[in-house]
């Protein structure tokens, strides 16, 4: 379904200098904010006890973090979820040696305590412990389940189309999910494993729209036989122009829908799954198309050429001397 059809081929790949310069930077700085700042883990990674909290009134969260280090916690993360009476405490794990329920119990007890001494109207609402085994053993899962991911999206476009355009997919992809790890390493969101989700999801998202991409490059050299590979390209991109925009946009409505009325345990899953889609449209767009271009893909890469019989009318056909 096409709801507009753009008649002239837009030279994308005049600007695919420009593109790959922007996705440079944008991934350089994601580096160099994973390298110094790190990702703000959640405690599924991390191990520790969580506690939601429900305040009468806007709460100060510089003086619950205050009244929670007194109590010789000085790695606590105090902040704000949904709304500003809503607080929520992260509690590092103090003693490995204890019963790991009987310490989370004992931490959430005495900091509730604390709090209620301060503010009596204080309620807790939830509290979670994890043990940092689980977090190590899920870090290392989710390690793998991306390299797996990774590795499949390889072999199949290789299989599927060329191996250029297989190096190329991951290339852009990849750069998708440092991009929304930068983000999320900047701005210290919280990443939790539903953010990982959102980033595996993001990775199938990307090579789906490649894929797209790619099949209309490899129709574009079966028909137009005398455009180079850059007019194949630029050609391919247009004529997906219109369903590009019809279906990232009604993915991102619903993503939207989830970020804004989806509760605090959607939040960052929507928000990771909202900069994967902006980037992924523009990675496989553009980035991956140029990287496939400038590693010398043609024509005869994805047409295999004919092999001709013998002509059955020809008398001599199948003679041997």
Do not use: C
């Not at 994601?30 to 790190?38: E, I, N, P, Q, S």
């Not at 609402?125 to 990774?150: D, K, N, S």
């Not at 999910?177 to 993001?202: M, R």
């Not at 490899?218 to 036989?225: C, L, Q, T």
């Amino acid at each position: 379904m096409e709801f507009f059809r753009i008649r002239k081929d837009i030279p994308f790949m005049k600007q695919a200098l420009v593109f790959n310069a922007i996705s440079f930077i944008t991934f350089a700085l994601a580096v160099v904010f994973l390298l110094t700042r790190g990702l703000h883990l959640s405690v599924e990674f991390t191990g520790g006890t969580v506690m939601e909290l429900a305040y009468g009134q806007s709460a100060d969260l510089a003086k619950i973090r205050q009244t929670v280090s007194a109590l010789g916690y000085p790695e606590v993360q105090v902040q704000n979820f949904g709304t500003a009476r809503d607080v929520m405490i992260r509690l590092p794990t103090l003693n490995k040696d204890m019963d790991k329920s009987l310490t989370s119990a004992r931490q959430s007890e005495q900091v509730l305590a604390a709090l209620q001494a301060v503010d009596p109207q204080v309620k807790l609402r939830r509290t979670e412990f994890v043990g940092p085994q689980v977090g190590e053993e899920l870090v290392h899962g989710g390690l793998m389940a991306l390299a797996m991911v990774v590795i499949g999206i390889v072999i199949y476009l290789a299989l599927r189309f060329e191996w250029k355009f297989g190096v190329a997919a991951i290339i852009a992809n990849l750069h998708d999910v440092v991009i929304i790890l930068g983000f999320f390493a900047f701005f210290q969101w919280e990443f939790s494993l539903s953010v990982l989700a959102a980033v595996l999801a993001v990775l199938g998202y990307s090579v789906n729209e490649s894929v797209v991409i790619f099949d209309r490059i490899r129709e574009a050299f079966r028909k137009y036989r005398k455009m180079d590979t850059a007019a194949v390209i630029d050609h391919a991109i247009t004529s997906t122009m219109s369903r590009t925009i019809i279906t990232h946009a009604s993915t991102e409505a619903m993503v939207l829908s989830m970020f804004f009325f989806g509760g605090p345990s959607l939040h960052y899953f929507a928000l990771a799954l909202t900069i994967g889609i902006l980037f992924g449209i523009y990675s496989s767009v553009f980035v991956a198309a140029a990287i496939a271009m400038w590693l010398g893909v043609k024509r005869e890469d994805l047409v295999r050429p004919i092999k001709k019989g013998p002509d059955p009318s020809d008398p001599n056909a199948g003679a041997t001397v």
